[in-house]
């Protein structure tokens, strides 16, 4: 199954992000899930958080919600909202590598 986390920073929480950014990154890459694409935003509007998007191929939902749990961005707070959701891609030139 394709699994998407879209996740909101709070932006009180930008010197947490900046002293956890390489545990985070060193997490998604030592993962043991497949992440098949993950990232941020381009920089956010006046007065939003920025978004990071991380779309991965598992088992079980489940699977995905516990490596995002352990994720150090959303065990330390950095982010002020965290969306899980099974995603069903039906049309693009990656989907025929999935």
Request: aromatic residues 8%.
């Given at each position: 199954m394709i699994v998407a986390r879209y996740a909101i920073s709070?932006?009180?929480k930008?010197?947490?992000r900046s002293?956890?950014?390489?545990?985070h990154k060193a997490y998604l890459?030592?993962?043991a899930i497949r992440i098949l694409l993950s990232g941020p935003s381009a920089p956010p509007a006046e007065g939003k958080g920025s978004t990071a998007i991380v779309i991965a191929q598992v088992?079980?939902?489940a699977e995905f919600e516990a490596f995002s749990a352990g994720d150090p961005f959303v065990r330390s707070g950095?982010?002020?909202?965290?969306?899980i959701f099974e995603w069903q891609?039906?049309?693009?030139l990656l989907l025929e590598s999935l």
């Open positions: 709070d932006r009180g930008a010197a947490e002293r956890l950014i390489e545990e890459h030592g993962a088992e079980t939902l950095v982010y002020a909202s965290v969306d891609p039906s049309f693009g």
